[in-house]
C-alpha cells in the first residue's frame, strides 16, 4: 500500500471516530443522521467506521445535522476559544486540512471555529469543488476568487467567477461549486457562523 493510500485510511479512520463521537453526544441515531443529511445509514455506518469516504458537501449536510462546523470533523486538535485582542497566524501556522479522495487544501485562516465567523483558503484542481449535490446550513458566506475559473450556482442558478470575482450569498440557499478549466483555482472564504 503506497503512503498516499495509508494515509487516507488512516484520515478516514480518525474521522469516523469524530462523527460518531458528535453524534453520540448529542444523543443522535445513525438513522436520525441519515434521514436528516438525506443519507444512507449504511453509509454512515461506514463512515463511522473509517470504511468509505465523503465529498465535503456531504460532510456538510452531515455537520448541519449536528450543529457542528465540517472542521470538527476533520481536525482533532482542541480549541480553547481564548479571545485576544489580536491573534495572528502565520502562514506556516495554518491549519491545513484534506478531505481524504480529495485534492482540495482547505486553510483555516481563523484561529479556531470559537468565533463568530470561519476564514478559510482553498485550492482546488480543475473540476473539484465543494459538493457534487447543492447543500444547505444556517448563515451567510462571502467568496473570493485568487485565482482561476470558479462556478458557484446557488438555488440551481450557475455564476462564473474569475480572479478577483467575489460572491456573498446566503447559506440557507442550496448551493455548490467547482473549479471551471483547466487550471487550480485558489478561493477565500468567509462563512458566518462557521459550518
Not at 146 to 165: F, K, N, R
Request: aromatic share 6%; hydrophobic share 35%.
Amino acid at each position: 500500500m503506497n503512503d498516499r493510500k495509508a494515509a487516507e485510511e488512516t484520515a478516514d479512520v480518525a474521522l469516523g471516530r469524530r462523527l460518531r463521537e458528535l453524534r453520540q453526544r448529542r444523543g443522535y441515531s445513525q438513522q436520525r443522521v441519515a434521514e436528516a443529511a438525506h443519507l444512507s445509514k449504511s453509509f454512515i455506518s461506514q463512515l463511522e467506521r473509517g470504511r468509505s469516504s465523503a465529498s465535503l458537501g456531504t460532510l456538510k449536510r452531515i455537520c448541519t445535522v449536528l450543529d457542528v462546523p465540517v472542521w470538527a470533523l476533520l481536525d482533532d486538535a482542541s480549541e480553547t476559544g481564548a479571545v485576544a485582542s489580536a491573534v495572528i497566524i502565520r502562514e506556516d501556522e495554518r491549519r491545513v486540512r484534506r478531505v481524504a479522495g480529495s485534492e482540495i487544501d482547505i486553510s483555516l485562516l481563523t484561529p479556531d471555529l470559537n468565533r463568530q465567523m470561519e476564514v478559510t483558503m482553498s485550492v482546488l484542481q480543475p473540476g473539484e469543488g465543494y459538493g457534487r449535490e447543492a447543500y444547505t446550513h444556517q448563515g451567510e458566506e462571502f467568496g473570493l476568487v485568487l485565482s482561476g475559473t470558479y462556478e458557484v450556482t446557488i438555488d440551481d442558478v450557475a455564476y462564473t467567477l474569475y480572479e478577483g470575482d467575489s460572491i456573498y450569498f446566503s447559506s440557507r440557499l442550496p448551493h455548490r461549486t467547482r473549479v471551471l478549466g483547466d487550471e487550480p483555482a485558489v478561493t477565500f472564504w468567509a462563512v458566518t457562523p462557521p459550518s
